[in-house]
């Protein structure tokens, strides 16, 4: 089968499309025939070695052998199941987040059956690759803090990427009032999934405004502490997506001082797992209540364009990599 591998931490011009054994599937594992995987923020830095956390789970100098590939989201159809799974048949469409285990840059990648759901019957292969680690990380992150009311606020920083505009759909099914922000040229996608107002990061500072949100969902992890808890209601819930281990530090030393001063505001890194939530995300999809924002859709061979226009920083929504056509 082919595969997009890599040997070194680097850029997109160290990824090569080689010719690769196809994997067997353990006992309780199912070979996908992989159709279509998806562009994560965590495949660029795995490629790149950065944060440095990542070189410890995953090769210090260079990737550890059996974990030279990218690609965590896939969607495809089983090809072959080992022999305690009884989730699956040869031929169900599936889809899930591979996590650490990666290879979703390939023909065909193995899985744990629990970590795979029945593919939303009415979405894409491309469709569905591109909801699981983004939409799993936008509901974990919305369930943090939900505002209990409706017409409650949030403020979603980061709002017109990947994660950004799932949370604004789930936000907005709850009846809150969503604010996004974002850079100038992604508004127009916040708007278009449900944001009820928008600001462009380069033109006004969200946190000198006079607005108070009951839940902010960071994206970015840019921001000081200071400046969020100016915005953030005195109950209210600031959930991180991932960030730098310094800013991971500073809020579980924030989290540690609110015991001792009886802080409500509740500071929570969003870190949970791949997969938790994927039948529900299914069910809203199912149901027309949700639907991922595709800005451009890339081969295998083309997946170092990917990478690159990934890191560019233009793209609304994901970026989907179509690999073999469903038959």
């Known amino acids: 089968m082919k595969a997009i591998v890599f040997t070194k931490y680097g850029s997109p011009d160290d990824l090569e499309l080689k010719e690769v054994p196809t994997p067997k599937p353990k006992p309780a594992e199912v070979l996908v025939r992989v159709h ?10 795995y490629l790149t070695g950065t944060p440095f956390v990542n070189r410890l789970m995953f090769g210090v100098v260079k990737p550890k052998r059996g974990k030279q590939r990218l690609g965590a989201d896939i969607a495809g159809t089983v090809a072959a199941i080992g022999a305690s799974v009884t989730r699956f048949q040869v031929g169900d469409a599936v ?30 292969f491309e469709e ?9 990380l936008a509901l974990q992150a919305f369930r943090q803090g939900a505002p209990t009311r409706s017409g409650g606020t949030v403020l979603i920083n980061g709002a017109g990427g990947g994660v950004g505009t799932f949370a604004i759909q789930m936000a907005k099914l709850s009846g809150a009032e969503v604010t996004g922000v974002d850079a100038a040229h992604k508004l127009d996608t916040a708007r278009a999934v449900g944001a009820d107002h928008v600001i462009d990061f380069a ?19 840019t921001r000081s502490m200071s400046d969020i808890n100016r915005v953030l209601a005195s109950d209210g819930t600031y959930a991180m997506i991932g960030g730098e281990m310094k800013r991971v530090r500073q809020l579980w030393m924030r989290n540690a001082l609110a015991a001792l001063t009886q802080e409500r505001r509740k500071l929570r890194l969003v870190f949970e797992g791949p997969n938790k939530g994927l039948s529900e995300l299914k069910a809203l999809m199912e149901a027309g209540n949700l639907a991922p924002v595709i800005d451009k859709t890339f081969s295998l061979a083309q997946v170092p364009d990917a990478l690159r226009y990934f890191a560019e920083g233009q793209h609304k929504g994901k970026i989907a990599i179509s690999i073999a056509p469903a038959v």
């Open 128 to 136: 569905a690759a591109s909801v699981p680690q983004a939409g799993v």
């Open 36 to 45: 279509a995987s998806s562009i994560n923020s965590w495949d660029w830095e």
């Open 203 to 221: 033109e006004h500072d969200f946190a000198d405004g006079d607005k108070i949100y009951d839940l902010i969902i960071d994206c970015q992890g």
């Open 95 to 124: 889809f899930g987040d591979l996590w650490d285990r990666w290879g979703g840059f390939a023909e065909y990648a193995c899985a744990e059956e629990n970590g795979l759901e029945p593919k939303p019957f009415n979405a894409s």
